[in-house]
């Protein structure tokens, strides 16, 4: 496990494990029947007041502890997009193992937000951006994963041995599968889930990510949407939860009227 220092460029690509405590969107980590569950919350900024609900779909927000919108790969460079946000956290009162060690894997091909694509809506990146350039890839914590044609095994990287502790994994955008380099707008989506030898896998849960694409256009509204249909429950019960799912809903129609 490695931890992120904020110096250079090379170690703001570099995966956090066990972070200080600060505030900012969380993916919340229990378990129910000893199987891993992924938890939304009400109020990331305050956990202690918030309701936790099991969630598979996770995207962007007005913004993170520095005040940079999240959901979205920032630009540190012309040729550098990447995002360590959201940080992964044992939910409150979920009395996981903290000997527990969790380790993430890519369940599937990147893909991406295509609005010409009726009703598929996310395709795989390769084939909507792989003719005629190089198709996107994601770095994780520089290349100890990249997203490929198929699953990919991640590395250990959380352990809840202290409350408040949580974990951070650097994504980053690439055309080469290597270093950082510039890759066409869009929103991304990783299929992502959770393992570890204490618990059951948990199910597979969706990231968004976004490059150029703001958080509350009616295009990143489409794609959350379009997202439910890759995790459908309890994704579109949290959107209803949340008052989003008519709103979306409408959008979709106007665009492919």
């Known amino acids: 496990m490695h931890k992120l220092c904020f110096v250079t460029l090379a170690s703001l690509l570099t995966v956090t494990a066990n972070a200080p405590a600060h505030t900012g969107p969380r993916i919340w980590i229990g378990q129910e029947g000893g199987r891993i569950v992924t938890y939304s919350s009400t109020n990331d900024l305050s956990p202690s007041t918030a309701t936790f609900n099991p969630s598979r779909l996770f995207f962007g927000g007005p913004s993170d502890h520095d005040g940079r919108p999240t959901g979205q790969f920032d630009t540190l460079a012309p040729t550098v997009h990447t995002t360590d946000f959201p940080g992964f956290q044992e939910r409150p009162g979920a009395g996981l193992n903290p000997q527990s060690v969790f380790s993430f894997a890519v369940t599937a091909p990147l893909k991406v937000y295509d609005p010409t694509a009726g009703i598929e809506d996310f395709r795989v990146a390769e084939i909507v951006f792989g003719d005629p350039g190089p198709a996107p890839q994601v770095l994780i914590s520089l290349d100890a994963a990249v997203t490929g044609a198929g699953p990919v095994n991640g590395f250990e990287f959380f352990r809840p041995e202290e409350p408040g502790a949580h ?69 579109s019960a949290m959107l209803i939860g949340l008052g989003l799912l008519a709103p979306l809903a409408g959008r979709r129609r106007r665009r492919v009227a």
């Open 167 to 235: 974990s951070h994994l650097r994504y980053t955008l690439s055309t080469n599968g290597q270093t950082a380099t510039d890759a066409p707008d869009g929103v991304y989506l990783l299929e992502l889930e959770l393992r570890s030898s204490s618990y059951q896998t948990s199910e597979t849960f969706v990231l968004l990510l976004s490059k150029g694409v703001a958080y509350g256009s009616e295009e990143y509204d489409a794609a959350i949407l379009a997202a439910t249909g890759i995790v459908p429950e309890p994704a």
